[in-house]
């Protein structure tokens, strides 16, 4: 398997081109910080967990969406998330 450094979740949806895309779901936890949230939305995770405080604080800034501009930087971004890319095979 090829070995790949990524600080960023997105690497998740491109790990497997040609993939239905209604097999591919993203879920996004532990949600730390506003930033993380809006990131969840915009590589449209489908199901995202996320403490009291920070959705409260989302509702008291007016729900906000990630734009085309948003740009999650991560906390930690320097230190890269290694995964490897495997073959999805479907079941017979």
């Known amino acids: 398997m090829e070995k790949r450094h990524s600080d960023q979740p997105r690497s998740c949806l491109s790990a497997y081109p040609g993939l ?8 996004a936890a532990s949600i730390r910080n506003l930033q993380h949230l809006l990131y969840a939305f915009q590589v ?5 967990t996320v403490p009291a405080k920070i959705s409260e604080k989302w509702a008291k800034e007016g729900m906000p969406l990630p734009g ?3 740009a999650y930087k991560p906390v930690g971004a320097e230190v ?3 995964h490897e890319l495997s ?4 079941a017979s």
């Not at 073959?87 to 479907?90: D, H, L, N, P, S």
């Open 44 to 48: 449209h995770s489908e199901l995202v």
């Open 20 to 27: 239905d895309e209604s097999v591919l779901r993203t879920w």
């Open 80 to 82: 890269p998330i290694e």
């Open 87 to 90: 073959t999805v095979r479907k």
């Open 68 to 70: 085309d501009d948003f």
